[in-house]
């Protein structure tokens, strides 16, 4: 260690004036470490592999399946706006939760794997900030992987088959504008779900300390409901199951809009992921950084 | 409130507790401005859990930590204004590079941090490979980055667990010449460390914990006066001295090597012994007193009566008489 001269220590009436750090700080550097990490670009190539993969795979093909149980399919070499329903409706069961739950998981856990989190509890950030800046950082993952996905299918459905209009749920035609609009709509309504996943993930994150334990306890929440959603005798709860509301943007597709499905999956969703962040903050705020 | 006068570490009836291992049984610290105190103690003893509640890490089971008056557990992070340091081995982030790692830390400081970063790394002799990530640090450059960390926030009190732990000795040696520097500017340091030559040669205060109590807390001359009633003696005849010695009363630990004879004794209890080789006819070639080393009183302090390392539980008597046993017995 060289013999530069230090500068004279801060005195402590100069440090206990002056301001920390905000969320918003703390918030950025969420994010410049999300970038900096391999398993950010791995859950956002999972959901925009498959709407390419898909494109690709369509138009190498010679004869078409007009038939096919869902209207969007039906119609998918007719207008490229089919591409992005037709994506989210496969997306939305498992790769989004997959790419949401592979951050959220990770987001708390990872400090703990690198024993990192006595590093930034000892600088001028309290708890409840790094928490907050993480919550916010899971979230504005899941988000971009949501729209990236959707932006993706588009552009390549409209590449391949252009930008025309569509038919709906209900059977209504939609102009191209309109089309678009509803598609980067139903993105927008599917966060609801999604952001509760990533509030799961969150918590399983805090609690568990361990990346791996939280990404596929995540995962395997959805695929447990998944399964409680399909045994005879428990109709009664599905309409509760957080899995049930993945497919609360389908009320967009009709006319008129069915708004039902949206305000209902809003307040189920918020009895998963307010007390599951609420849960998550407290073990953050009390637990022991003892590891590390 | 800070107060202004409040010393920058004052801990009180300290205790940790993880589930059946008492690590940190009631114990008292009283770091004061510009010192630098020694905090040793065996594998085990609880240094580090000690320093963990006092940066707030981690909660005590009973009894509170201060920092400048101010406790972690009440005001968060605004207890370390002015504090900075590390436990174990400090920690980053291994995909960003050690510059990226200090900007990152520098931005959870405030208070412009971010314009000292070229400056510390300077002093820690890592500019050069800043640009490097983290990943591919030794274990030396990693300490180095957190002592640059730590430099970041331009402390006032600067809180060290084994700092030196994997330098090399050019690493050590410049550590202790930071340490010392950065005291000369008037920065306190706890210094948690297993180095005792470096403790006796930088500290002038000490706290030595065994099984997570405070055995001796004080002035390092002062606890070497106490301990320190040795003498060393040269004559004639070492083995008549020796016997003489042993069948003298108020003369204890009487071995002879190389150097003659060693022996811990009081005034009293020496000049009693001169005059009896006198008589004996056994002349004295030296007789002069020496002060016990920090490993002597270090080993005495800590190995005595329990075993270190054990289960801390099984410390049953009070700190006090661990220290009892330095001073000569009159
Ligand atoms: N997270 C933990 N869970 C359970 N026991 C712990 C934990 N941390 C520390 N201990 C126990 O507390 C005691 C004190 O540990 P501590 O790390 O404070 O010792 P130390 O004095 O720093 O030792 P060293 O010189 O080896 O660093 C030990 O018995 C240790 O096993
Ligand atoms: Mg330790």
New binding site residues.
């Given amino acids: 260690m060289s013999s530069v001269a230090a500068s004279p220590p801060a005195t402590a009436a100069r440090a206990v004036r002056t301001r920390g750090p905000s969320v918003a700080t703390v918030y950025r550097w969420e994010l410049r470490k999300l970038i900096s990490q391999k398993r950010t670009y791995l859950g956002f190539a999972l959901v925009v592999i498959l709407p390419i993969f898909f494109v690709v795979f369509q138009n190498v093909r010679q004869s078409h399946d007009r038939g096919g149980d869902n209207i969007f399919a039906a119609q998918i070499t007719q207008s490229g706006l089919a591409t992005p329903v037709l994506m989210l409706l496969f997306l939305s069961v498992f790769m989004l939760p997959l790419a949401a739950a592979l951050v959220a998981g990770d987001i708390v856990a990872a400090e703990d794997g690198n024993g990192t989190l006595k590093t930034i509890l000892t600088r001028s950030v309290n708890r409840g900030q790094v928490f907050g800046a993480k919550v916010l950082a899971a979230i504005t993952y899941a988000t971009i992987a949501v729209f990236l996905s959707a932006a993706v299918a588009t552009a390549a459905g409209v590449v391949s088959w252009g930008f025309k209009s569509v038919r709906t749920f209900s059977g209504t035609i939609v102009s191209a504008p309109e089309a678009l609009l509803l598609v980067f709509a139903s993105n927008g309504i599917y966060l609801i779900p999604l952001l509760t996943v990533a509030a799961i993930g969150v918590l399983l994150s805090t609690a568990t300390r361990n990346s791996a334990a939280a990404v596929v306890g995540t995962i395997g929440l959805v695929i447990f409901l998944f399964i409680l959603a399909q045994i005879p005798g428990l109709e009664g709860i599905r309409p509760y199951l957080l899995t049930e509301q993945f497919e609360n943007w389908h009320g967009l597709l009709r006319t008129p809009t069915d708004w039902a499905p949206i305000a209902h999956s809003a307040w189920v969703c918020a009895l998963y992921a307010l007390p599951a962040l609420f849960a998550a903050y407290l073990i953050f705020l009390r637990r022991?950084v003892?590891?590390g | 409130m800070s107060d202004a006068a409040a010393p920058p570490v004052r801990a009180r009836g300290l205790v940790?507790r993880?589930?059946e291992?008492l690590?940190?049984d009631h114990i008292d610290l009283n770091v004061c401005a510009g010192d630098v105190y020694g905090f040793l103690?065996?594998?085990?003893?609880?240094?580090?859990?000690?320093l963990r509640m006092a940066l707030g890490l981690i909660t005590p089971t009973e009894g509170s930590v201060e920092l400048f008056g101010r406790d972690p557990m009440r005001r968060g992070a605004r207890a370390l204004d002015g504090v900075a340091g590390f436990v174990?081995a400090p920690r980053f982030y291994p995909y960003l590079t050690g510059r990226k790692n200090l900007e990152l830390l520098a931005a959870l400081d405030g208070h412009g941090a971010a314009t000292r970063i070229d400056e510390v790394l300077g002093i820690v002799e890592l500019a050069p490979r800043a640009g490097h990530r983290v990943g591919g640090y030794s274990h030396g450059m990693r300490q180095r980055l957190g002592i640059a960390s730590a430099l970041l926030r331009q402390p006032q009190l600067l809180i060290l667990?084994?700092p030196a732990t994997g330098l090399d000795p050019a690493g050590m040696r410049d550590m202790r010449r930071l340490i010392r520097r950065l005291a000369d500017e008037g920065m306190t340091v706890l210094l948690?460390s297993?180095q005792l030559p470096e403790v006796q040669e930088l500290c002038d205060r000490v706290a030595i914990?065994d099984s997570?109590r405070v055995v001796y807390e004080g002035s390092l001359s002062d606890l070497r006066r106490q301990g320190g009633a040795g003498y060393r003696l040269r004559t004639t005849d070492d083995a008549r001295a020796l016997d003489l010695a042993r069948e003298q009363q108020g003369i204890d630990h009487a071995l002879a090597d190389d150097n003659g004879l060693g022996f811990q004794a009081d005034e009293r209890a020496v000049a009693a012994l001169s005059l009896a080789l006198g008589r004996a006819g056994v002349g004295i070639l030296t007789l002069a007193p020496e002060l016990a080393t920090l490993e002597d009183l270090f080993f005495r302090l800590t190995e005595d009566g329990d075993g270190a390392g054990q289960?801390?539980s099984a410390v049953d008597e009070p700190g006090a008489s661990d220290v009892e046993r330095l001073v000569p017995t009159r």
């Fill in positions: 022991d003892a590891g | 940790k993880y589930k291992v690590a940190v103690g065996p594998n085990g003893a609880g240094k580090t859990t000690t174990e667990d084994e948690s297993h914990v997570g289960a801390p």
